[in-house]
C-alpha cells in the first residue's frame, strides 16, 4: 500500500505542467473523498436506495 505521499507524487505526474495550485488541490480534494467513500463501502457504512429516497423526499417536501 502507497503512503498518501507516494500517491499525490503519483497524480503529479499525471497532471499538465501548466495546472494551477487550485487544479491540483481539487485533485487531492476529490481522490481523498473517493478513498474515503470505499473505505465506507468496505466498512458496511452504506445506505439503500429505499432510505435514500426516504431521506430525500423529506427535502422535497418543503
Known amino acids: ?3 498518501a505521499k507516494e500517491e499525490v507524487r503519483k497524480m503529479l ?3 499538465p505542467d501548466d495546472a494551477s495550485f487550485e487544479d491540483i ?3 487531492i480534494y476529490v481522490r481523498e473523498k473517493i478513498e474515503r467513500g470505499l ?4 466498512e458496511g457504512r452504506v445506505l439503500s436506495q429505499e432510505d ?3 431521506r430525500m423526499s423529506k427535502w422535497l417536501e418543503r
Open 25 to 27: 488541490q481539487y485533485h
Open 52 to 54: 435514500v429516497e426516504r
Open 39 to 42: 473505505k465506507d463501502i468496505n
Open 13 to 15: 505526474e499525471q497532471i
Open 1 to 3: 500500500m502507497s503512503t
